[in-house]
């Protein structure tokens, strides 16, 4: 069987003939996990110029340089709804970040709420989670990373022209077959513990949002926030 091409993700521009240093975590990798060698070939990405193949020229433990050849994808929008989320506990919340990069998020958001688990994020840690997963997926840009914000400050930083889905506990919202996808949406998951009763009334209120029902069943917050964002994919035609 053969292997599936190496992807790395890149910071610097990606141009023919364009000679680029990896970061020692990059050529560990390289050199100390997959076991490749000069002369072996791999795919970058950096979220503007599309995906590259490359030669690997040199290899050590810490260093690996690169050599950019030819064109194989060149850069496409890749929209996609936007998934603000409570902070679950840390290992939950890694499986949820990956998962949604593979579903194609275009944003990722930590929502503070009065029942959140978690204290904080660490924007580092979603960062390589996010940059892995779509190493993975074969995507060639990377969710937005947006800092968190706490659920009462919500409506001041949302632009109104973008739906907002609210993720339904009482499975009475509307259908996610019944609404309208022609736009991407932000998808709001609520906490382990639920939304608290003010913060309810507070979401009420906001006129850009929709109360979504994910089924008949109560699902934990990762499996939700997987569900939306499938369901979305399914409906939208995302190809």
Known sequence: ???????????????????????????????????????????????????????????????ARLEVTTQTRPQMPEP???????????DRTDFLVEKATELGAAALWPVFTRHTVAARVNQERLRAQVIEAA??????????????????NL??????????????????????KDLDVSAAPGILIGPEGGFAEAEL??????????????????LRAETAALAALAGWQALADDQ
Not at 28 to 39: A, K
Not at 135 to 152: A, D, F, M, S, V
Not at 160 to 171: C, G, N, Q
Request: proline share 11%.
């Open 1 to 63: 069987m053969a292997r599936t091409p190496t992807r790395l993700y890149v910071t610097d521009d990606l141009t023919a003939g364009q000679s680029i240093s990896l970061p020692p975590s990059q050529a560990h990798y390289l050199h100390g996990v997959l076991r490749l060698s000069p002369g072996d070939s791999l795919h970058l990405f950096n979220g503007r110029e599309g995906e590259w193949l490359a030669e690997l020229r040199d290899m050590s433990k810490k260093q």
């Open 80 to 90: 996609g709804p936007w998934l603000l989320f409570a902070p679950l506990k840390k």
């Open 135 to 152: 190493e993975q997926c074969g995507r060639l840009t990377l969710p937005e990373l947006i800092p968190p914000l706490t659920l009462n």
């Open 155 to 176: 409506e001041r930083a949302w632009d109104p022209a973008r739906p907002l889905w609210i993720a339904d506990e009482s499975r009475t919202g509307t259908p996610l």
């Open 201 to 218: 009334d507070l979401l009420r209120r906001l006129p850009f949002a929709v109360r979504v029902s994910l089924g008949p069943r109560l």
